[in-house]
């Protein structure tokens, strides 16, 4: 969430009409001297001042402390023919209440404010804006000719009056604003204005004033404002003229109004309605996550819904629902927003029947009474904001639960610039004592240079006035702040809505909770040595970097879903409807929290120094969800329908987390975590916490089967190590226990076609299905970082027993080790535990119970027949005599057979095969069960003399020169891709400077096509600063990818790794992402992700409820990279079109791609997918299409090179690969985003087809042939064609010293004559050794 800086907030939902009333009174006094305003961006004209000295003619008080002009302001905002008390009365309805307006206001400066250059501002000002009036006067003859006199004379007229001005000093004293009603005429509509009129004297000659009351200039002079705060908050806020704002200086205005800024205190009145927020999160992999947030209930109504004092019942599966508005949870009416509102007659009211049906609209809610006290001083250096007093509250008396809520917080924030001995802004993030009285009025930069530009400019608009290229500690700026939340803070209640959606999957998830009693209160202050470069690229990952101290609480009373509401979660398999009733939660932060900070009864767990600590304690009276699950077809087994199960219960617990720094040193290498990127110096522990499970009621209905769970049962999670990085890398340990309250869970039983609740208790046939040893346990459960799962015993249990089905049992089954089967034979030679499963199988099936008893009893017989014989290891069963003797006592209870058995297992052993005619009449003689099975086991004698018949081996074939097969290629088709000997080469030469950027680009681009060790030594090679920055960047992931795939590549597939597919997701997605932007930035192309996410600015909790309509179109549909490489007709052609516009491109373009996986990577994780244990699930699924959209974004040569890479040990195993990969399960995505991977597979390996499973079935055309000899063909073609890639990989891979043509290298002293080679050290040495030698032969 982190990682990405895209962030967009759209405001289109926001109105005017939500503020209903203001009351702003303020004090600013300004800086005593002349302030210039630059409203010309003409330097070189003269631009407006003004004087805030004062004058003593009519200042009284001229004592230093109060030097400068004081300026008040008064502002109401209101609706029309109300009162101030009744504007900012809450109990006024809404629909009472007229759209909001600007009633009057004004200013008065003390002493009267000196004006300067005033005749050449005025002058400019149509330059600013262009009255509406001008296009229609321009048109009249008499009227234009006037206008280009006076525009003749522009520059005498300027010169005239600036000359007066000199001698006509104008000081203001007031200016007033009154709304005016201008009703419509051919200059414009009727609209609401404010009339300007100022009041002040003329200083004519020094000595002798003018004055002149409410004056008030024409509006081709200064324009008149809206007075309706619907326009006045608008980009074009004048009523009688259009304002151009590119011809304004918005920049320098800004930070010279704030210049002349000394102190301000202000105090502001406000009614408002807060509005309904909604955030969508966008993930790598395309799910969006969307939250939705709002005051009140029941927004339509306004009434609180009435909720039963009996337990939650379930909800049918609701029926479609067109309403895509906020509101459409409820089944209420239509909104009691009306047009009473709207009472100014030119404003057109669309019809009831153009607006959509339940409208969201905030204003429907009682509004909030705000009120605000902020007081400060600002200066060049230095900006101290104090916030004494910021209230609210809401209250509704006129429902039958009346609501009251309310707020308060208060605190102060002091900014200014760095010391210039400030350390640099990338310090390792450290804890120290929070200042939380702490004056930075002493820190300030000693010598602050006039250069500088001041604190507000700095904040404000950084890239105007911080270029990179004269950064210093100057721009550096040091913040500290403090707020306190009251103990008096509460909320009535807040709708929380949850929605997760895919565009490629179906299904979706909506959820709507309830709020109530929401209370508050504690502190947040900023941490020693707090920093920030405001001229910093802005990123959400940099929040790391300034985490305050926090000392904060906050807790929700009553939490339930509503039972009007519409939630629901669906992931395309299973669909849920949840209930909750009397949930509660408590949340405290802390953070940066010393001893000295707390009293002494403190508990040492609330004394967090480093990072930030969230302790959630949570509860939940009543839960329940009703759930189906799609199921395969199983008719052996009787499985034709749905899985339908219903849960009921309550649920507790505590989520701990603590985000803190790494316990690093530095980063002592290119390849180390970079400890000044926050997402690699944090780390997240999630050790504490806990979650416990007691169920009232479960079961689970399979058609005419049915389970249920005893009442009370519990399960309970127990986190005792959880230490990750913030891409969720590491390992995790957590104590399991469950108790079914000595009561095993109950399997009933009825007559295939009926349902147990249709069928009386005499009908019915039920069967525990645990033994008394596992109705109660505990032990430990450890998730390695790449989620290979394993057991372990539980630390603190008196449940913990020694036995049979302790936790070596379950870790048998989920990760076996050399005592795993020794166990599992325990298990299986348990007679009570095998006759329970015996009965339990017979209830599902009674053939299989049949077959499962028969084996069973075979088993047991050859347990005894073992005994008996003193057999314990398979070596005891040797020599060949001992082996007929125990088949022979397993076949007919004597050693009557011995004879007969003796000569089959001679011939076996001598390599002549398997007698299948013997094998067969000893079995037919000795099995009563034959004739009943006489099929299968033909089958199975002739599969096992398949196995066991001898195999022709073939002839050695002997090649006299066996050259790489980079040197069988032609050289030219690797142009521009260097050897692995020419790479270290270069790296090894001038280590002391700085690598070309065409060769650090040219390693970046190969990185992934090298192995672990290679990109790990080659950034150790050099140090950070000689790669360029992007480089850097990219050799960094691809190497934490590579780290984390190889990890993957020795522990994947089967139980041990079920979880495992919910890790790679976290980073592929993100890999996924970077590598498809980086080839839509290159080469141009549409495989961008992120247009398949967007589809205009419509929400995605919208889009969700819009689903539910069975009118809704899936607008805006974009195929995924792979849908559309499967969709063509010929991916050649296409290609050699891209070349030919790419012709100017590098040769090794086709070759390398832009992936940020190479193809091994690819490979790995692609196999893991397939041998997943989870294969149907939507995280397999989607992992899987993320691999395969990825693979078709690159060239085809690179598919074909994940494809022999999933061949590495041979083509069978690639055979068994394509197999898997031809019948991926789709299952969870929609129909139109389902690929045919048959014809995916065609367009990346031109000229071969591969074979459908379905056309070697019974009836299919290649029905008498072998599907599995198809596609082992199909596999050594592939093979074939990936000797360009295999070539490419060992020119990467393996530096290769000599040529096999190169004459095989001999010993020096073997030479012919030691005098013509280089003069060595040791070549005396090796002169009389040789003499030596030759005297001792």
């Known amino acids: 969430l982190l990682s990405s800086s895209e962030m967009e907030v759209l405001w289109d939902g926001l109105t005017a009409d939500l503020i209903h009333a203001i009351q702003v009174q303020a004090q600013v006094r300004l800086r005593e001297g002349r302030h210039t305003i630059p409203l010309d961006k003409d330097n070189m004209r003269p631009q407006f001042w003004f004087d805030s000295s004062g004058s003593d003619i009519f200042s009284v008080n001229n004592d230093t402390a109060t030097k400068g002009c004081k300026i008040s302001a008064n502002f109401f905002v209101g609706s029309q023919r109300m009162t101030l008390d009744e504007d900012l009365d809450t109990s006024k309805h809404i629909s009472e209440r007229s759209q909001p307006m600007v009633k009057n206001g004004d200013l008065i400066f003390d002493p009267p404010l000196r004006l300067g250059n005033v005749a050449p501002t005025l002058l400019h000002f149509p330059q600013l804006f262009e009255d509406k009036a001008m296009p229609r006067l321009r048109r009249m003859q008499f009227v234009g000719f006037v206008i280009e006199f006076l525009a003749s004379l522009w520059f005498l007229l300027e010169k005239i009056l600036w000359m007066i001005e000199r001698r006509c000093q104008v000081h203001l004293s007031k200016v007033k604003v009154a709304p005016i009603f201008r009703r419509q005429s051919a200059v414009g509509e009727a609209q609401w204005r404010l009339s300007l009129s100022f009041t002040g004297h003329l200083l004519l000659f020094d000595f002798l004033p003018i004055p002149f009351i409410s004056f008030h200039l024409p509006t081709f002079v200064i324009p008149q404002p809206h007075a309706l705060l619907e326009y006045l908050l608008t980009a074009q806020p004048f009523a009688s003229a259009k304002l151009h704002r590119e011809n304004i200086a918005e920049e320098r205005i800004t930070v010279a109004a704030l210049s002349a800024l000394d102190s301000f205190n202000t105090s502001v009145k406000a009614v408002v309605t807060p509005p309904a927020v909604e955030m969508d999160l966008t993930m790598p992999g395309g799910l969006t996550l969307s939250f939705e947030m709002m005051h009140g209930l029941d927004v339509t109504t306004n009434t609180r819904m009435k909720r039963e004092s009996t337990p939650p019942t379930l909800l049918s599966i609701p029926k479609p629902n067109s309403n895509t508005t906020l509101n459409s949870w409820f089944n209420s009416g239509q909104s009691n927003a009306d047009s009473s509102r709207l009472k100014h007659q030119h404003i057109s009211v669309p019809s009831t029947a153009q607006l959509p049906s339940q409208m969201y609209d905030a204003n429907s809610m009682s509004p909030w009474f705000f009120e605000i006290a902020v007081d400060g001083i600002t200066s060049a250096d230095k900006i101290v904001v104090n916030v004494s007093r910021c209230t609210g509250r809401q209250e509704d008396e006129s429902t039958s639960f009346p609501s009251r809520s309310t707020f308060s917080v208060s605190g102060s924030v002091v900014i200014c610039r760095a010391q210039s001995n400030t350390a640099v802004l990338n310090h390792r993030p450290t804890s120290g004592m929070p200042l939380l009285k702490r004056n930075l009025s002493g820190t300030l930069a000693k010598n602050t240079s006039d250069s500088l530009p001041p604190i507000h400019a700095l904040l404000m608009f950084p890239d105007t006035y911080v270029q990179s290229s004269k950064r210093s500690s100057g721009h550096l700026v040091e913040y500290d702040y403090a707020f306190d939340v009251g103990e008096e803070t509460q909320l009535d209640t807040v709708s929380l809505s949850y929605g997760a959606s895919h565009p490629m999957l179906k299904g979706g998830t909506i959820v709507t909770c309830m709020l109530e009693s929401i209370y508050a209160y504690g502190s947040i202050h900023a941490r020693e040595g707090a920093i920030v470069d405001p001229s910093e690229k802005l990123r959400k990952r940099n929040i790391l970097r300034h985490l305050p101290a926090v000392n904060f609480t906050a807790g929700v009373q009553n939490m339930f879903i509503p039972k009007s509401s519409i939630s629901y979660l669906d992931d395309g398999n299973t669909r849920s409807i949840p209930e909750m009733d009397g949930g509660r939660l408590m949340i405290r932060v802390l953070g940066g929290i010393d001893e000295s900070m707390l009293n002494n009864n403190v508990p040492s767990a609330q004394i967090v120094k480093e990072g930030i600590k969230v302790v959630a304690d949570f509860g939940v009276t009543t839960f329940a969800s009703k759930n189906e699950s799609n199921l395969n077809e199983f008719p052996e087994l009787d499985i034709f329908d749905k899985l339908c199960s219903y849960i009921l219960g309550t649920c507790d617990g505590s989520i701990t987390c603590h985000l803190r720094p790494q316990k690093m040193l530095s980063s002592t290498s290119s390849s180390g975590p970079n400890v000044f990127n926050p997402l690699e110096a944090y780390e997240i522990d999630f050790s504490g916490s806990k979650v416990s499970l007691r169920l009232k009621e479960a079961n689970f209905n399979l058609g005419h089967r049915r389970v249920i769970v005893p009442t009370e049962t519990t399960f309970a999670v127990k986190v005792l190590e959880s230490v990750v990085n913030m891409g969720f890398e590491g390992t995790t340990k957590c104590e399991l226990a469950w108790d079914f309250q000595g009561t095993s869970p109950i399997l009933q039983v009825t007559t295939p076609g009926q349902t147990i609740a249709e069928t009386s208790h005499e009908d019915r046939q039920q069967a525990p299905l645990l033994i008394k040893a596992l109705c109660q346990g505990r032990l430990n459960l450890d998730v390695s970082s790449v989620g290979g799962i394993s057991f372990t015993q539980a630390s603190t249990s008196r449940e913990n027993k020694e036995g049979l089905y302790d936790w070596k049992f379950f870790n048998a089954l989920v990760s076996p080790d050399d005592d795993s089967p020794a166990r599992m034979m325990d298990v299986l030679h348990d007679k009570k535990t095998m006759n329970r499963l015996l009965a339990v199988t017979k209830l599902i099936n009674s053939d299989l119970e049949k077959i499962a008893s028969y084996a069973l009893t075979k088993v047991w017989r050859a347990k005894e027949i073992f005994d008996q014989e003193g057999v314990s290891d398979p070596g005891h069963a040797i020599p060949g005599h001992r082996m007929a003797r125990l088949m022979s006592l397993f076949l007919c209870g004597d050693v009557s057979q011995v004879d007969e058995i003796l000569p089959i297992i001679q011939r076996v052993v001598a390599g002549n095969g398997l007698d299948v005619v013997k094998v067969k009449e000893l079995i037919r003689k000795h099995v009563n069960a034959y004739d009943d099975w006489a099929a299968e086991i033909d089958r199975g004698v002739k599969w096992a003399a398949m196995m066991l018949g001898p195999m022709t081996v073939p002839s050695p074939f002997v090649e006299t020169e066996v050259p790489p097969l980079t040197e069988c290629i032609d050289i030219t088709r690797y142009a521009g891709i260097p050897t692995a000997k020419e790479l270290y080469n270069t790296l090894h030469d001038k280590r002391k400077l700085p690598l070309d950027s065409t060769f650090s680009n040219l390693v970046s681009r190969i990185a992934p096509y090298m192995t672990f060790r290679q990109v790990s030594y080659v950034l150790n090679s050099r140090p950070a600063s000689h790669w360029q920055p992007f480089d850097l960047k990219r050799l960094r992931y691809v190497y934490s990818v590579k780290k984390k795939v190889e990890e993957i590549s020795e522990s994947y597939g089967g139980l041990s790794f079920m979880p495992q597919s919910f890790f790679v997701s976290v980073f592929l997605g993100e890999a996924t992402r970077s590598s498809l932007r980086a080839a839509t930035g290159s080469n141009g192309n549409v495989n961008n992700p992120e247009t398949e996410v967007k589809v ?242």
């Open 1096 to 1337: 205009g600015n419509r929400s995605a909790l919208s889009m969700l409820r819009r689903q539910r309509s069975p009118k809704f179109d899936s607008e805006g549909f974009i195929m995924s990279p792979a849908g559309r490489v499967a969709s063509l007709h010929d991916l050649a052609k296409v290609q050699s079109k891209q070349n030919v516009l790419h012709s100017a491109c590098d040769v090794s373009d086709d070759l390398l791609g832009d992936s940020l996986l190479g193809p091994q990577d690819i490979a790995v994780l692609l196999q893991a997918g397939l041998t997943s244990a989870i294969k149907g699930s939507t995280v397999v699924q989607l992992n899987q299409r993320m691999l395969l959209d990825l693979m078709a974004s690159q060239p085809a040569s690179f598919a074909i090179g994940v494809l022999a890479e999933l061949g590495a040990d041979g083509p069978r195993q690639l055979a068994n690969a394509l197999m898997a990969l031809c019948d991926l399960d789709q299952g969870s995505f929609k129909e139109a985003h389902c690929i045919d991977i048959h014809s995916l597979l065609e367009m990346w390996l031109p000229g071969l087809k591969i074979p459908r499973r379905d056309d070697y079935l019974a009836g299919g055309k290649w029905a008498r042939q072998s599907f599995y000899d198809a596609i082992y063909s199909v596999a050594i073609s592939i093979l074939d064609l990936s000797e360009t890639y295999i070539g490419l990989k060992l020119r990467i891979q393996q530096v290769r010293h000599h040529s096999e043509r190169d004459p095989l290298p001999v010993p020096m002293e073997r030479l012919s004559d030691l005098n013509d080679q280089p003069t060595s050290q040791l070549m005396s040495t090796i002169k009389d050794a040789v003499t030596k030698i030759s005297v001792a032969d």
